[in-house]
C-alpha cells in the first residue's frame, strides 16, 4: 500500500505535513478522540504514524493507549517541555507522520507546539463559546506562522442554525473550515473505550466514513495555500482612536 505523498513526502515547492497538532483552548471539543482516531486512519493508509501526547489527562495515552496495548500507532505521553526531543526521536524511529494531542486552557504549552509543528488542526463544537476560544488559539498560531484549519465536531447530523452561525463566524476569523463535519455519534465512544477506532470497531459506520473523508481532507493539504489564505482574511488590527 502506498503512502500520501502529501504527508509523507518533502517534493519541490511543497511542504509536506509531518507533524499534526490537535489544538483548541476550550475543553470538549473532540481533540483526543479527533487525534487518536485520524491516527488511525493514516495508519491503515500505510503512513506510520505515532501518536505524542502532552495533555496532562493523558486520555490518548492512559485510557485509550493502555487499552490499545502494542497495536499501531504507538502512544507516547510526554511533558510540553520535551516535545521537541520526542519528536526528533519519532522521526528518528522511522515515523513518517506525527499527531500531537495537546491540552486545553494552557497557552504556554500551545506555545511550545506551536514552534514544532507543521499544521494545526482545530476543533470546533458549534457554539458562540468555541468559537471565542478559538480566537484565543488562532492568535497563538499566527504568531508562530503555524497554518491552521478548522473542523467542526459533535455537530447534529444536518446543519441547523448553530452551525451555519459558527461557520460564518470562522470565516470572519479567517480560518479555513474543512468541509467534513464530525457529528456527536455514540459509536466513537464505544470504539475508544475497546481501545479501537471506528475504522476498525466498525468499518462500515457513518462515523467510519467521516474519519476517512476528514483524513483524506487533511492529507491533501497544501500548507503554502492554507498559510497564504489565513493572511489574506485575517481581520485587519483595530486602529487606535
Same mark, same amino acid.
Given at each position: 500500500m502506498q503512502n500520501d505523498a502529501c504527508i509523507t513526502q518533502h517534493d519541490a515547492g511543497k511542504t509536506a505535513v509531518r507533524r499534526i497538532a490537535l489544538v483548541q483552548q476550550k475543553g470538549g471539543a473532540?481533540?483526543?478522540?479527533?487525534?487518536?482516531h485520524l491516527a488511525v486512519a493514516a495508519e491503515q493508509s500505510g503512513t506510520r504514524t505515532a501518536i505524542i501526547d502532552i495533555d496532562p489527562q493523558a486520555s490518548a495515552s492512559g485510557v485509550w493507549g493502555q487499552a490499545r496495548g502494542d497495536l499501531a500507532p504507538p502512544v507516547a505521553a #510526554? $511533558?510540553?517541555?520535551?516535545?521537541?526531543?520526542a519528536l526528533?526521536?519519532?522521526?528518528?524511529?522511522?515515523?513518517? @507522520?506525527?499527531?500531537?494531542?495537546?491540552?486545553p486552557h494552557t497557552a504556554p504549552a500551545l506555545d511550545v507546539v506551536a514552534r514544532n509543528?507543521?499544521?494545526?488542526?482545530?476543533p470546533v463544537q458549534p457554539s458562540i463559546l468555541d468559537v471565542a476560544a478559538t480566537q484565543a488559539t488562532l492568535d497563538l498560531l499566527r504568531a508562530n506562522n503555524?497554518?491552521?484549519?478548522? #473542523? $467542526?465536531?459533535?455537530t447534529s447530523p444536518r446543519p441547523d442554525e448553530?452551525?451555519?452561525?459558527?461557520?460564518?463566524? @470562522?470565516?470572519a476569523l479567517g480560518l479555513p473550515l474543512l468541509n467534513?463535519?464530525?457529528v456527536e455519534r455514540k459509536v466513537y465512544r464505544r470504539a475508544l473505550t475497546q481501545g479501537q477506532a471506528v475504522g476498525e470497531f466498525d468499518p462500515t459506520s457513518k462515523a467510519a466514513k467521516e474519519i476517512r473523508a476528514l483524513w483524506k481532507e487533511i492529507s491533501a493539504f497544501d500548507?503554502?495555500?492554507?498559510?497564504?489564505d489565513m493572511a489574506s482574511t485575517a481581520p485587519s488590527p483595530k486602529r487606535r482612536a
Open positions: 473532540a481533540k483526543t478522540t479527533l487525534c487518536v #510526554v $511533558l510540553a517541555a520535551e516535545l521537541r526531543d526528533e526521536a519519532a522521526e528518528a524511529d522511522g515515523f513518517q @507522520l506525527i499527531f500531537i494531542d495537546t491540552p509543528i507543521d499544521v494545526a488542526v482545530v503555524v497554518p491552521a484549519i478548522a #473542523v $467542526l465536531t459533535r448553530e452551525i451555519l452561525e459558527t461557520e460564518r463566524a @470562522l470565516k467534513t463535519r464530525i500548507i503554502n495555500r492554507i498559510a497564504a
